[in-house]
């Protein structure tokens, strides 16, 4: 299938006549995270009585619309003056992209990652757009929505607000109002971190040339566990844990040590060095008091649960879940306090914490959890999407969990490994003993 982007156009907010120019600048909870867009797509069947030229006008009018009130999207990453990172509110726009493919989406279907799944959304490395969209039209009368935003700007939740509001807009809701300030997560005015922030001190990137590391192929796969399997691997750490009195770990913390030991196997790493998998968590409710419903940003925090190599492959599930499980708790108000300030006092180093393209983070790993993201709501008055994912993973030892297409409690594991690697991972990522 080829895909053919026709026209493109920028989006500037409806109404600017009260729009002054602001800069607000970027929590530490925003420059730690990569500076890169995050990608979605959202595919959505055809519908009777909706054209394709009627879609495009009604999106279009409503984004202008909804970014006189999320105007960090219309606005531009600039330093202030006094040297921080920050989003300047100038309404320089969007860009808004109609494209057109010579097949049906039923030619993609599940929607595997691959490079046509990108082509399904604007480019956006190296753009100064914070915020780039792409519809587009298929033989079937399906269409897709391909959105990418800068992560600095907003985390998943942040983000989803903003979609959800972009679709609400297309049926004629006004947006309600954010808030243009990220003091709550700003550092204490005498930084004092008083924990070991060992999340924020990652191992030099390792860079990776057209997917190769020493001559080693990437893969970008996705792998299905069926809600059955999902229910399996909790019942196993959970059986464990009751057979050695430990506390009940959660669905996601024990899938989060069955990946992490599958594929700790996969890499046939030696036993004696330290394998990491730092979980993408969101503090919302961690902190006191909790943030506000209209805070716009990123409020995610780092866990990073650690040990050896030959004990996540040798102890029972139990054992990496248990890591994952106490890694996670700690982030707690102190602790998250405590990293706000560690950020601040190192941000000329942990800036750089923000991954690129080329990155191998073998033999540790990067989770993060698209789970409880409403993605499978959004309704721009056309009905649900039949889905709704990432079109790819950027590096080496990342994991995107998400909610599959089947809504029937499975889930898709989106990761990226070698691809020798990843050929011994689908063989026994399925094992779950007795």
Known sequence: MRIERRFRRVVKPADRSNAVPKVVPLSSSDVVVPKVHVEVIYAYEASKGVSFDNVVQVLEEAL?????????????????????????????????????????????????????????????????????????????????????????????????????????????????PILHDRAALMPRDQPMPTFDHIEYVMPLPKPVAKDTFNNRPLARKKIRFSFDMVQKIK??????????????????????????????????????IETRTTVACDARRRLTPSISEDYYGNVIFHSCARTLVSQVTEEPLSYAAGVVHASIK?????????????????????????????????????????????????????????YAGPPYVPFEGLIILNASHTQDGSVDAILALFEDDMAKFENICFEVPN
């Not at 009195?245 to 030696?270: D, M, Q, V």
């Not at 993201?373 to 008055?381: A, E, I, S, V």
Request: hydrophobic content about 35%; charged content about 20%; proline content about 6%.
């Open 235 to 272: 019942s196993k750490a959970v059986k464990e844990n009751d057979e050695r009195g430990f506390p009940t770990y959660s669905t996601f913390e024990s899938l989060t040590g069955h990946l992490w030991r599958c594929i700790t196997k996969a890499r046939g790493l030696s036993s004696d």
């Open 64 to 176: 202008g619309r909804v970014l006189t009130e999320y105007r960090e999207w219309a606005g531009r990453l600039v330093i202030n003056e006094t040297g921080r990172p920050a989003i300047e509110l100038n309404d320089d726009g969007v860009v808004f992209v109609e494209a057109v493919a010579d097949g049906c989406l039923q030619d993609v279907f599940p929607f595997d990652p691959s490079p046509l799944l990108l082509s399904m959304v604007p480019p956006s490395r190296g753009v100064p757009e914070l915020l780039l969209v792409q519809v587009t039209k298929y033989k079937c009368g399906g269409l897709t929505l391909g959105v990418a935003r800068h992560h600095q700007v907003a985390d998943g939740t942040s983000a989803s607000q903003f979609m959800n509001a972009w679709a609400s807009a297309c049926k004629g809701i006004p947006p309600s």
């Open 330 to 386: 700690r982030l707690d108000n102190d602790y998250i306090r405590s990293a706000i300030d560690y950020i601040e006092h190192r941000r000329q180093n942990t800036a750089s914490y923000g991954r690129t393209l080329s990155t191998v983070l073998s033999p540790d790993l990067s989770l993060t959890s698209w789970l409880q993201m409403p993605l499978y709501k959004l309704d721009f008055g056309w009905g649900t999407p039949v």
